[in-house]
């Protein structure tokens, strides 16, 4: 089993995921965001985490625009 990243142990991927994609911030903002919050992670670990999560971010992202068109039909 591999070892877990320090993203994943913190249990922030999601919210990486999110500031880089929805709010268009860089990695070093990230950084910077997260260690005003007291979470010691490296831009190198952010960059990490957003490479290996980017599609499915972006799939899920698609799949909620979706439901929220077919909502709103109804």
Do not use: F
């Not at 070093?28 to 007291?38: H, M, N, P, S, V």
């Not at 980017?54 to 929220?68: C, D, F, N, P, V």
Request: net charge positive.
């Amino acid at each position: 089993m591999a070892q877990r990243s320090k993203a994943e142990l913190l249990d922030i991927v999601t919210r990486i995921v999110k500031l880089y994609e929805e709010d268009k911030l860089t990695l070093a903002d990230i950084e910077k965001r997260l260690r005003d919050e007291g979470i010691n992670i490296s831009r190198e670990s952010i960059r990490r985490t957003v490479k290996s999560n980017k599609t499915i971010a972006r799939e899920l992202m698609k799949t909620r625009e979706e439901t929220t068109a077919l909502i709103n039909t109804i």
